[in-house]
């Protein structure tokens, strides 16, 4: 199955233009084949996958539109996000096996986007704050985890609060933020407005690690109080050697 880029757009065009019932939907599918001719011939053929390849299109979000589609179809109501979630994290929930299978190849198969990549970034996540996490006993600093912050009330914190403030490169830190990603002008001024802002307004100047390094000029808020750095300090000045 092979689709131009014109006839994709034809088609997504009609998907958000056409209301979400199932009379508009038996039109859909009568105008556009594709798909289910594919499985008809093979239901174990990569139909879905090789669709969304074929007009550049993320596998597993091209499967959560096919998703929401034949759940809508199924159901007089729009699918719950949650239901359609818990169908992409584990397909077998998917009461049309084909689709499921179809499901299946794209969540596997995509590099970007979808539940199998969340949980590896999760993972990845995780074990940099554990690195970092070790690197702060190693340094004998005292330190309060997100978690210990969340359960003295805290909505929104950061991986650590240093109960004993330090200065890294002239720069006092109250805090450190573990981000296991590289540090790209979209992502940080997302960051920035969600995240970094609201821990310097609650809990003071802090420290970013951005473990796979970031573009330069995004460290430019040093002296308004958020430093970003691509690895632990090596130059952390403690209390203890201030005093000396």
Request: with cysteine; net charge negative.
């Amino acid at each position: 199955m092979i689709l131009t880029k014109a006839q994709y757009d034809e088609i997504a065009q009609c998907l958000v233009s056409v209301p979400p019932t199932r009379q508009s939907l038996r039109k859909l599918k009568q105008r556009f084949p594709r798909y289910l001719n594919g499985v008809a011939k093979n239901g174990a053929a990569p139909v879905l996958l090789e669709l969304a390849n074929e007009v550049d299109y993320a596998p597993s979000l091209m499967a959560r539109i096919i998703l929401e589609r034949f759940l809508q179809e199924h159901a007089e109501t729009l699918p719950c996000k949650s239901v359609i979630n818990s169908m992409l994290r584990d397909p077998s929930q998917i009461p049309d096996g084909v689709l499921a299978n179809q499901v299946y190849q794209c969540i596997v198969n995509d590099c970007c986007y979808g539940p199998l990549v969340d949980c590896i970034k999760h993972a990845i996540g995780h074990e940099h704050e554990v690195l970092l996490r070790d690197l702060l006993l190693e340094r004998n600093l005292s330190f309060l985890g997100e978690g210990q912050l969340r359960a003295k009330g805290y909505d929104k914190t950061p991986d650590f609060i240093l109960q004993v403030p330090v200065a890294v490169e002239g720069h006092i830190i109250h805090w450190i933020e573990s981000k296991a990603s590289f540090g790209d002008e979209c992502s940080h001024h997302d960051y920035l407005h969600d995240q970094f802002w609201s821990y310097w307004n609650r809990f003071g100047p802090g420290l970013v690690i951005y473990w796979y390094g970031f573009i330069q000029e995004l460290d430019c808020n040093r002296e308004r109080g958020i430093l970003l750095k691509a690895s632990f300090p090596t130059d952390i000045v403690t209390l203890g050697h201030s005093v000396a």
